[in-house]
């Protein structure tokens, strides 16, 4: 009798316990700890560094009231109402970079430019555009506000005021707000090493002869460039068989340069399964069997001090396993926050009911009006479906029941990625 596979195989075994994503990544969160030194770099050196200590402004943000136009300044008591306002305008002007060094007397204004400092007695100004000059009167009407087309100082920093909180990550805009208050270096932490290693006899490297057999490697440029992405400094440590000593001797080489190190393939319980094997034998195993898909095996170990996230080998797993625990674990390793993937609830455009018992990420992409859509196929082999995607459906660990519509939980790469 042929024996029929029962259409509950993959359901997880009875009495064997799973643990729920969010369980795993409670005690990851508090069994990693921040491991780098920390110094100051020039601003010029700190795109993308974690900040170790928050930067105050040097100076204030305007450091002194000016013009945000082009017009003519006044003291707003010269004038009285709609007008028509008449004032006499005096000899020099006001420019950024060469102020006025005189007073503006009552009745009177004065030309001045964009960004320059309001001279003595000026507190409002109008526009160019809304005026006449007629010899040397100034003419215009309507009401115009105290204070109208002028910047205060201090409005947008003020001095010694902390600018941003350490931990944070430092982009273009950061870098714009920093060097305009005044600061030239920032406390830094030093760049997280993160080696990424591929395990497996059957990988080749794109651009080598590979028979029927093998396949290329796909998980080692994907992982090397998500750190990157994570502002980590990449270590690529190669690729190596399913050779217990070769392992062994990789991670060893590995643990002395490295400050954390992902694993790809070999995770599970099988007769090749080194990475495993090793962290179990001679390492320390702390955490597996996570309730997941996809994302069976993954390995959470040590490795003489340095810890593994030892990935699944197929890529959709591996990536995915890489964004929900590498992430968080990394970063907050590196000095910065535990991350929490940035989502948004779309309605779904597919059909899926999901058991109980696991939770589980979709391949997505956002259609034109907002909807999420779903890669054909859930193979976790099926790496074009990654790059087909621009983000993951997160389903529950809950039973759910998904018709067109339903909203779902979408992951956006560019959260995952950064
Ligand atoms: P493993 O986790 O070692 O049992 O591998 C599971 C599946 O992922 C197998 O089909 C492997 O051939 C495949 N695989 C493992 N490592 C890689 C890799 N670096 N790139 C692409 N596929 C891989
Ligand atoms: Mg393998």
Redesign the pocket.
């Given at each position: 009798m042929v024996k029929k596979l029962r259409n509950d195989c993959f359901a997880l075994p009875a009495g064997v316990h799973w643990t729920p994503v969010d369980e795993a990544l409670d005690r990851l969160e508090h069994a990693i700890e921040t491991v780098v030194e920390a110094g100051l770099v020039d601003l010029s050196q700190a795109s993308r560094r974690r900040l170790a200590t928050a930067p105050l402004a040097l100076r204030a943000h305007p450091p002194a009231a000016n013009t945000a136009v082009d017009g003519y300044g006044f003291a707003h008591t010269s004038l009285s109402g709609e007008g028509p306002h008449a004032l006499a305008l005096i000899e020099g002007r006001s420019a950024a970079g060469a102020p006025f060094s005189g007073a503006v007397r009552p009745g009177a204004a004065i030309r001045i430019l964009t960004g320059a400092i309001l001279p003595e007695g000026v507190d409002t100004v109008v526009l160019q555009e809304d005026v006449e000059v007629d010899g040397k009167t100034l003419h215009f009407s309507g009401r115009i506000k105290p204070g109208a087309n002028c910047r205060e100082a201090g409005e947008d920093m003020v001095q010694d005021q902390p600018l941003l909180r350490s931990g944070h990550v430092l982009r273009a805009p950061d870098l714009g707000m920093l060097a305009a208050a005044g600061v030239a270096s920032v406390d830094v932490f030093d760049h997280l090493r993160v080696g990424v290693l591929?395990?497996?006899d059957?990988?080749m490297q794109p651009g080598q002869t590979a028979h029927a057999g093998q396949?290329?490697?796909?998980?080692?440029p994907m992982l090397l460039d998500m750190i990157d992405g994570w502002s980590h400094q990449a270590v690529d440590l190669g690729?190596v068989g399913d050779d217990r000593d070769a392992v062994r001797a990789r991670l060893n080489e590995a643990a002395e340069r490295t400050d954390a190190i992902l694993t790809?393939?070999?995770?599970?319980a099988?007769d090749?399964?080194h990475v495993s094997a090793l962290l179990r034998s001679e390492g320390s195993l702390s955490n597996w069997r996570i309730a997941l898909k996809p994302g069976r095996?993954l390995v959470l170990g040590f490795w003489k001090d340095t810890p593994v996230f030892g990935l699944?080998?197929?890529?959709v797993a591996?990536f995915v396993c890489a964004a929900l625990f590498a992430r968080p674990a990394l970063s907050k390793m590196a000095g910065g926050d535990w991350l929490i993937p940035d989502a948004v609830m779309v309605p779904a455009a597919f059909s899926k009911s999901k058991k109980p018992g696991r939770r589980e990420y979709l391949r997505a992409r956002l259609t034109d009006d907002g909807r999420a859509e779903v890669f054909a196929s859930e193979g976790s082999?099926r790496?074009s479906g990654l790059s087909w995607a621009t983000g993951l459906v997160e389903l529950g660990d809950e039973a759910v029941d998904i018709a067109p519509g339903t909203p779902v939980r979408y992951l956006p790469y560019s959260g995952l990625l950064n």
């Open positions: 591929s395990t497996g059957e990988l396949v290329y490697d796909a998980n080692r690729a790809s393939g070999g995770a599970s099988g090749e399964d095996p699944p080998g197929n890529p591996a082999g790496v």
